[in-house]
């Protein structure tokens, strides 16, 4: 009796328990995000008990093969479909044809903001709801980023020879392996924060595994709170983010004293013209600067401005790290005959000495080859399988007159970017990483214009502006990355420079070998996780271009 008391009592035991009773709670209170009554489902099982759980749980495993049967079926035919997904979320996934109509509703009533906040636990996740609540650093971002970047460019340019000097050395003489993920993880996050915070805090490494910690916390209470019923995470949520809080407090510490003094500097420096201190082109000064000329006075308060920097650097340095390390093994794990390594070395080196050493907006624009090679990685290794979540916040929902649904107010609508980025009718071959797919016609064009003498007609013109957008930044419905309409990522255009900058200086001053075979990327549920642990072998050219 004893013994089956204590049994009882085990902790294990106790735990399991409370296990089990969560997840009966979840299954019982589990019910689909509201969606239209008469469009289909993915996944679904007729009649199946407590269904939407199961299915929820089954699209961890499953959502590879449910995109492509579902943009078979619906999207190729412009219709739209109900996926399940094991956040417990259920998306209207529609087809690419019909982005148009959705980013035409105004964000009050389909709302990308809203959406951000259920996906990301605005709750709990950014130390203060107000953070992703108001979204104050995206206006900021929208408002200085595109308009500062020639300026930022050579700071990017120097954090990208200190960083990758610093990690990947300067030995010519042996072999060195590089964890291309982990290694990414401190590049990223020291180029990021030369533009939000600058130097020489964005180099400090307890800073940035600081920041990094923080990310990961978001991204476990991401994992973690769906696995609970809605009426519990008030009290689940402050308990799964206690790492959150103390990352943001020891990063606090850094951040906050820094915000103060910039403060301080700017407001001397409009009382007194001829102080003598140079303004750092930052987030932190945009922000200040922004904030001002609005009048938000709490956006102004230092605190603030320092939380603002953990969805920032959020937002900023995951997805960077899976597209670079996403480009290293496309590049790597191409066929050597290709020459792709070989192609950009040539054009960065020409490009490089033409602009004397110094990359500018301009020098960069012409290193479509290394453009190529990153749009290209970023179309066939898509990371994100959804796009363009949108939250649905108009009372009256909205209805898509040609099918004759209504997304519920409380719904959410996606496109699967996925599958419109691997369809053989808009890519061929659209399984292989073919770097130069998007530059070769534009160096079959340029090739075309110096021959003619530079003389255009006006279907070259026409042509011309069509391979304009074929470059990383230019969305559109068969290219969703960074979205589409006037929500895309404003980050793309420091992505972009960024990215170039950085594999320009790698295979100007490395040797990198070829790897024979791509390591694969794991689905997990919507997302396609690059190699975490994959090496590669690298090594200083002795006739290196920046030394
Ligand atoms: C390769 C790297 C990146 C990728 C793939 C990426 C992707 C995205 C995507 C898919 C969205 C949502 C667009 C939509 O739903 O329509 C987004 C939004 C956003 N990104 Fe990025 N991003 C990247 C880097 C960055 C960086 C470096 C920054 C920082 C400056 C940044 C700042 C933002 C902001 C502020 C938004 C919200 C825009 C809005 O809602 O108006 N991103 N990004």
Redesign the pocket.
């Known amino acids: 009796m004893t013994s089956f008391l204590e049994y009882l009592s085990h902790p294990l035991f106790i735990a399991s328990c409370l296990l089990v009773g969560v997840v009966v709670l979840w299954a019982a209170t589990s019910v689909p995000s509201p969606v239209p009554s008469n469009l289909p489902w993915q996944g679904m099982k007729e009649q199946e008990f407590l269904g939407h759980f199961r299915a929820s749980l089954r699209s961890f495993g499953s959502m590879r093969e449910w995109l492509k049967d579902g943009y078979e079926r619906y999207s190729k035919n412009g219709k739209s479909y109900i996926i399940p997904d094991v956040s417990g979320r259920t998306e209207v996934i529609i087809p690419p044809q019909k982005l148009r109509w959705l980013l035409d509703h105004p964000d009050s009533v389909s709302s990308?903001?809203a959406a951000?906040y259920d996906q990301l636990v605005g709750d709990y996740n950014f130390t203060d709801p107000y953070v992703l609540g108001t979204?104050y650093?995206?206006h900021v971002?929208?408002k200085s980023?595109a308009r500062n970047m020639a300026n930022i460019i050579p700071n990017i340019q120097d954090e990208v020879q200190h960083a990758l000097d610093e990690t990947w050395g300067k030995d010519t003489a042996d072999w060195k392996d590089i964890c291309v993920f982990s290694n990414m993880m401190e590049v990223v996050a020291q180029l990021?924060n030369r533009?939000f915070v600058g130097l020489p805090l964005c180099r400090n490494k307890d800073y940035g595994r600081l920041m990094g910690g923080f990310a990961n916390s978001v991204i476990s209470a991401v994992t973690l709170m769906p696995l609970f019923p809605a009426f519990i995470r008030p009290i689940v949520g402050p308990v799964i983010t206690i790492p959150n809080q103390y990352y943001w407090w020891r990063v606090s510490k850094y951040t906050v004293p820094l915000i103060k003094e910039r403060e301080a500097n700017m407001a001397r420096r409009k009382q007194d013209p001829s102080f003598k201190w140079e303004e750092p082109n930052d987030y932190i000064t945009w922000h200040i600067n922004v904030a001002e000329a609005e009048g938000r006075k709490k956006d102004l308060d230092p605190v603030m401005i320092a939380r603002f920097l953990l969805p920032?650097n959020f937002?900023?340095i995951h997805?960077?790290v899976f597209?670079i390390t996403n480009v290293f093994f496309d590049l790597l794990g191409s066929d050597p005959k290709d020459g792709f390594l070989e192609g950009l070395r040539e054009e960065a080196e020409n490009v490089w000495a033409e602009s004397k050493g110094n990359w500018s907006k301009q020098s960069l624009a012409k290193l479509y080859r290394a453009d190529s090679a990153i749009r290209e990685s970023?179309r066939v290794s898509n990371f994100?399988t959804h796009?363009?979540?949108r939250k649905v916040i108009g009372k009256d929902g909205i209805t898509d007159p040609e099918e004759g649904f209504k997304v519920p107010y409380g719904g959410y609508v996606a496109t699967d970017v996925h599958s419109v980025q691997h369809d053989p009718d808009i890519y061929p071959d659209p399984e292989r990483y073919d770097a130069f797919r998007f530059s070769r016609p534009i160096e079959e064009f340029e090739a075309k214009r110096t021959a003619s003498g530079g003389a255009l007609d006006p279907a070259d013109e026409k042509e011309w502006l069509r391979l304009k957008q074929t470059g990383i930044v230019a969305t559109g419905e068969t290219f969703l990355?960074?979205?589409?309409?006037?929500?895309?990522?404003?980050?793309?255009f420091?992505?972009s420079h960024e990215l170039k900058m950085l594999l320009a200086y790698v295979v100007m001053n490395y040797d990198v070998q070829y790897l024979g075979k791509r390591p694969e990327n794991q689905w997990f549920g919507q997302s396609v996780i690059p190699p975490t642990t994959a090496t590669i072998k690298v090594k200083r050219r002795s006739q290196a271009a920046a030394v």
């Open positions: 990308v903001g951000h979204l650093h995206e971002v929208h980023l990021s533009m920032l937002a900023a997805t960077t597209t970023m994100m796009g363009l979540l990355p960074f979205g589409h309409g006037k929500h895309a990522c404003p980050g793309r420091f992505v």
